[in-house]
């Protein structure tokens, strides 16, 4: 942690434990209504008193909230899988595990759950914010009457820090104007250090500190590693707050980016899988879930769900095939076992720490079901390369074989393997309306106040019962207005009586999901669900299909999951009363919930960038604009000028920079040779160079492109392809070098790295050393011009 960042979190902190804070039931106070001393003409009859600090209840534990994501439920050893997770389970054995636990299926909806004990629609999360839709259960915009267990806790006298993925702020607010209103910082957390996004570079992230960008992380090849440093600055806070304010509890929330894709992990674990996954994704599945009845995680009279018949059969797969697909998942095998050794280390560190024999940990080990996302042959290029169309045939995936895992490509396994890490369930991530898009392992560790460990909780749970259960632990209740707002009841339900009796009750009854339109409800043992027409390892290329308006003719299911504990028997042709009953009670709810219109098209939301604007220009002391600052260029014609303050005529380094190590563009200097890299999907780099050195008296450098198929029209999201066309260079306005680029922008590496003048933040889009130092000459300005 630099010196910087480690004075302003003391800072911080002093502040917290110190700070006149107003009370938690309102957010403007009359002058004096809070003081309780006595104000008299003098000194002498006069009786001075400070408002007092919110106190947490005596004895409220410290709480530590682990958020694993897009893991499955039979990705760990805990749970049947053949990643081994000692410290995970190690977690269940002292605390209790749960089998029947439920996250919302997709990445934003069950964070906005998660954390505010409310339906994800309540707060505005139906769906995730890059697609956001102008309906207030879609609009992505958190709602002041779903205040976050965070904002909770700060008013009862608890510090708070999140530390990791949060993608919970709406993507029109990320950049340095904000607002600021829906960050971490303002949403209940003290301390944020994490990234925005719904995944990140493991390598080279975007990361943030409170609200400020961290424009480098060391490289990788210091042995950098998110997750490693997520802990490093998750314990260092502990530490700061142990100083200054160690009679205040904390909770400390920690979302990895592991295991989302891109699969980043040292080759070392990698190494240790090594022909662990040769049998394939069927013979996994298969003792996946007799491994889950010896261990008793389900019931002995479940059933394996079979194959969907989209998904290719092991056996028919070619040599090759197996053999890339088996590296795919030992590549995220290693990433999970890794991540569970730095889950250990902080859970180690805190418990040694005071407070820790009153540390609460719970752990859920996915925020969905396994993710599909990577299409059936996998990927090397992260989700915005598969939604640009990037080149990720099976050709190039094998000719990279050895680099998954590592810096230079962006790994993602088959679908397969999302389908067999969801074990015994049908589906995975994104499909809400069956339980493999939705079970997760949930664990909860609080030494003294939890029996009968090897007894597994089969009680119905879901992620929005973690913000009660807390409270519950801390004895601290919802107030009924925070910062002048009346709060919505909470949805989810305490599960503490279930930490000393296994037999409790089951306390929520009922539950609704929707993700995309993939639907379901839950009743009193009940199961009625309804998926879509699209698979969703196929969400970026159906999009049309995913948004198609026909949700009224979705086949609905039936099923008694009170004794069929995987949706193995569809019992709607047998029942169709009950059926009825149920699809009836989704619609109430739904409605309750602001559920409808089902897949809103997610046209017209704000924009950083205003869309009928053709000129932009950019002062060389603006910090890295965010991907979404700029226009959007793909299949766009358009023009760059860079006005330089002295001559260039021998300088060299970074004029403008797009992008990062995975794909982008840069226009450089090269010991005064203007020049210019595409960098695609970090596979292909093609370099123009101008004939000569500048002028000493040019002052004007630039380039154009001029698109091969002319500009891209407006339409739904994922739908436009990055194609080819021309760059020309230019100097003081005239051409003197161009040469056709065969895909640009590379929007997949330029959306999460910024956009920088003078100086390429981040990871570095250039491969010559010009075109990854600073410019050696001042810059005036930049500007942007579209036709």
């Given amino acids: 942690m630099s010196h910087d960042t480690r004075t302003a979190l003391l800072t911080g902190l002093w502040l917290s434990a110190t700070a006149l804070s107003a009370p938690a039931l309102a957010q403007h106070v009359p002058f004096g209504e809070d003081f309780t001393g006595k104000i008299g003409d003098t000194r002498a009859t006069s009786q001075p008193a400070f408002p007092r600090a919110p106190q947490a209840p005596k004895g409220a534990p410290n709480v530590l909230l682990i958020l694993i994501d897009d893991a499955g439920f039979a990705a760990g050893s805990l749970t049947g899988g053949l990643a081994q997770t000692p410290n995970i389970e190690a977690l269940a054995h002292e605390g209790v595990l749960y089998n029947r636990f439920n996250t919302v299926g997709i990445c934003s909806p069950t964070r906005a759950a998660l954390l505010t004990g409310r339906n994800h629609h309540q707060v505005g999360f139906g769906n995730l914010t890059n697609v956001a839709a102008g309906f207030p259960a879609y609009n992505g915009v958190w709602k002041k009457e779903t205040a976050s267990l965070g904002r909770i806790l700060q008013l009862s006298g608890y510090s708070t820090a999140a530390f990791g993925k949060w993608h919970n702020t709406p993507q029109w607010e990320v950049s340095a104007a904000g607002p600021f209103d829906h960050w971490p910082t303002n949403l209940g957390f003290d301390h944020f250090y994490g990234f925005l996004e719904g995944d990140d570079n493991q390598w080279e992230p975007h990361l943030y500190n409170d609200t400020r960008p961290i424009e480098h992380t060391p490289a990788p090849e210091t042995g950098y590693h998110l997750t490693t440093d997520l802990v490093n600055q998750a314990l260092g806070w502990v530490d700061d707050h142990d100083a200054l304010a160690a009679q205040k509890p904390y909770f400390l929330y920690l979302a990895t980016g592991a295991v989302h894709m891109p699969h980043h992990v040292p080759a070392e674990w990698i190494a240790r899988n090594k022909g662990r996954y040769d049998k394939g994704w069927d013979v996994f599945r298969e003792e996946a879930f007799a491994r889950q009845k010896k261990l008793g995680i389900i019931p002995a009279d479940a059933k394996l769900t079979p194959r969907p018949a989209a998904l290719p059969a092991w056996d028919s797969l070619k040599p090759d095939e197996k053999r890339l697909y088996a590296h795919q998942m030992e590549v995220f095998s290693a990433f999970l076992e890794q991540t569970d050794t730095e889950i250990g280390r902080l859970v180690k560190e805190l418990r040694a720490r005071p407070g820790g024999d009153n540390l609460m940990v719970i752990t859920i080990v996915g925020d969905n079901g396994g993710s599909a996302e990577g299409d059936i042959g996998g990927s090397i290029v992260n989700e915005q390369g598969m939604a640009v169309a990037a080149p990720n045939d099976f050709a190039l995936q094998l000719a990279n074989i050895d680099k998954q895992g590592g810096p230079d490509v962006a790994s993602h396994y088959s679908a397969g393997w999302a389908w067999a890490t969801s074990t015994p369930f049908q589906w995975m991530k994104q499909v809400a309306s069956h339980f493999g898009g939705t079970r997760d392992p949930l664990i909860i560790d609080w030494p003294g106040h939890t029996a009968q460990s090897k007894v597994i909780r089969g009680q119905f749970s879901h992620v929005n019962d973690i913000v009660p259960t807390v409270l519950d632990a801390a004895g ?100 169709p009363g009950k059926l009825a009953e149920l699809r009836a009670e989704f619609d109430r709810e739904a409605r309750r919930n602001g559920v409808y219109p089902l897949v809103p098209l997610p046209l017209g939301a704000p924009s950083i960038v205003d869309k009928a604007q053709r000129h932009f220009e950019y002062r060389a002391d603006i910090s890295g604009l965010p991907g979404n600052g700029l226009p959007n260029l793909i299949g766009r014609a358009h023009r760059f000028d860079v006005e330089l303050g002295a001559s260039a005529a021998t300088a060299s380094g970074v004029l403008i920079a797009h992008g990062g190590r995975l794909g982008g563009y840069a226009l450089y200097l090269d010991h005064g040779t203007l020049s210019f890299e595409n960098n695609v999907f970090g596979q292909k780099h093609e370099k123009i160079m101008a004939s000569a050195p500048l002028a000493a008296d040019a002052r004007k450098v630039g380039f154009e492109f001029v698109p091969a198929t002319g500009n891209a029209a407006e339409g739904l999201p994922w739908t436009a392809k990055v194609g080819g066309g021309t760059i020309r260079l230019l100097i003081d306005g005239k051409a003197v070098a161009e040469s056709a680029v065969s895909l640009y922008p590379d929007y997949a590496g330029a959306f999460s790295e910024t956009f920088d003048i003078g100086k390429d933040r981040g990871s570095q889009v250039g491969t010559s050393e010009a075109a990854r130092q600073s410019a050696t000459v001042a810059i005036n300005r930049v500007t942007l011009d579209l036709p």
């Fill in 476 to 575: 601290i209740r919802l107030p009924e207005v925070i910062d002048g707002v009346p709060q919505l009841p909470l949805e989810g339900k305490s599960l503490l009586p279930t930490l000393t009796n296994p037999a409790a009750p089951d306390v929520h009854t009922e539950q609704y999901f929707e993700i995309f339109g993939n639907r379901a409800i839950y009743k009193d043992g009940w199961v009625a669900s309804a998926k879509r027409d699209y698979l969703p390892w196929s969400l970026l290329k159906d999009v049309r299909k995913v948004y198609a308006d026909n949700a009224d003719q979705d086949k609905w299911e039936l099923y008694h999951v009170a004794g069929d504990y995987s949706e193995s028997q569809d019992l709607a042709a047998k029942d």
